[in-house]
């Protein structure tokens, strides 16, 4: 965790935007995998993180504006999770390393909350993607658990929302810290990948080089000769002179900061002169755009950008026909880049995307579109100082896209 003083002036940050109520902060939970003893590798909340510091699971904390009391609820370690986890630190201890004062068991929040309830107090709180908490606050609340995303806070995901989209040079240091290890992995990657290789050889072998260092992945990694696929986990293929492997992934620093880059390189080690084309098209839009990336620009306006560059270069090739800007204006390129440039970076490698893309990446300055490609824009706002975006343009030939368009005549003047 960072020191004390940060997450009390986060803390102090978030209470000064509201003037009264409750904000409640569910902590994350251990979650079975296939029993009850056998849990996945537990993951912090991350605006929990971002605010309380602690990862550690079954934890619950409060802010009272009225009061300016801060609460975290937990229990202490028991001797059976002594036996089993080894010696911790006290709640009382680990609460005094964020700078919280009052600490109480977890039973106490139900009686909190139902005064408050009683008293008519505005309770704020987020949305929830874990469907053990949407069941604890219906039992606290009496909000049925398919209905709590409903009766989450505007005010709370918008302050939140906020706070977390400008990193500080401290979390700006974490997020090159995980792309340092990034690095390596991907060094790693186009040393061993050869003709003969399995694609699990290469995941063993990069998530290994990052268990080494600390971290592990922050979304299941990417690596595969079908790129085309644009969320592939499937790694069982033998890779082949002549192919081209595509290799996305991130990992987390110590303090859970994300890193994410995609890469695509040939099996052999040298493309061919096609591939070659191809590839320098998505490198030129990529460099386009991160030198249009300063403060005041729309990211919505570098997505465009750098899809005109891409529909130049799919002309140049025979694939597109017609002016690049109508083929941008009209949609037609998005068969070859049917995604968003890029999205922000954070605590969450798709930075807040749990609290709603509508509150992150858009605001009253700028809506979602309706045009396929662009309506998949996760970050279209204008930037601002303190934002981390991915830019990721690409170049994608989707046989079942390339079918279904045919099939429909779908822009059949402009696409060979």
């Known amino acids: 965790m960072f020191g004390s003083r940060t997450y009390q002036e986060r803390r102090r940050a978030l ?40 990862s550690e699971p079954g934890l619950f904390a409060l802010i009272d504006v009225d009061s300016g009391a801060e609460i975290l609820f937990g229990d202490e370690p028991t001797l059976d999770d002594e ?5 911790r630190p006290s709640l009382t201890e680990r609460a005094a390393q964020i700078g919280v004062a009052t600490i109480k068991p977890r039973a106490e929040l139900a009686l909190v909350l139902g005064t408050a309830i009683r008293e008519r ?13 949407r069941l604890f606050l ?41 792309l340092s290890i990034s690095s390596e992995m991907y060094r790693m990657a186009l040393e061993r990948t050869k003709p003969g290789i399995v694609e699990q050889e290469i995941v063993g072998a990069v998530e290994g080089l990052a268990s080494a260092r600390g971290a592990r992945t922050s979304f299941p990694t990417i690596f595969s000769i079908h790129g085309e696929t644009l ?28 890193s994410d880059v995609t890469r695509t390189f040939p099996v052999s080690g ?42 130049e270069g799919l002309v140049r090739l025979g694939l597109l026909r017609g002016d690049p800007r109508d083929l941008v204006e009209s949609g037609a390129h998005a068969l070859f880049y049917p995604h968003g440039l890029g999205h922000m970076l954070g605590l969450d490698v798709h930075d807040m995307e749990g609290l709603g893309e509508q509150f992150v990446g858009y605001d009253a300055e700028i809506q979602r579109s309706k045009q396929f490609g662009l309506a998949f824009l996760r970050m279209a706002r ?8 991915t830019v990721e343009p690409g170049i994608y030939f989707i046989p079942a ?12 003047g402009q696409v060979d």
């Open 270 to 311: 040298r493309f061919d002169e096609r591939q070659k084309r191809v590839y320098e098209i998505v490198l030129t839009a990529q460099e386009k755009a991160i030198s249009l990336m300063k403060p005041g620009v729309f990211f919505r306006d570098i997505h465009l950008e750098s899809a005109l560059v891409i529909a």
């Open 15 to 54: 209470r000064l935007a509201f003037t009264n109520g409750l904000l409640l902060f569910p902590g994350a939970c251990e979650a079975p995998m296939n029993y009850a003893a056998n849990w996945y590798p537990f993951r912090q909340d991350s605006s929990f993180l971002y605010f309380w510091g602690l």
């Open 382 to 389: 204008r930037l601002e100082p303190g934002h981390v975006v």
């Open 231 to 258: 969320h592939n986990h499937e790694h069982s293929v033998k890779m082949e002179d002549g192919q081209l492997v595509l290799f996305d992934s991130g990992i987390e620093s110590p303090r859970y900061y994300a």
């Open 401 to 412: 896209l390339i079918r279904a368009w045919k099939t429909e005549k779908r822009f059949s």
């Open 121 to 133: 107090r505005r309770l704020h709180f987020l949305p929830q993607h874990r469907a053990e908490n």
């Open 83 to 87: 036996i089993w986890m080894g010696s």
């Open 138 to 178: 219906e039992d606290l609340l009496g909000i049925r658990a398919e209905s709590v995303g409903a009766h989450a806070s505007p005010e709370l995901i918008k302050a939140i929302v906020s706070l977390r989209s400008k990193k500080t040079d401290e979390e700006v240091a974490e997020i090159e810290k995980a």
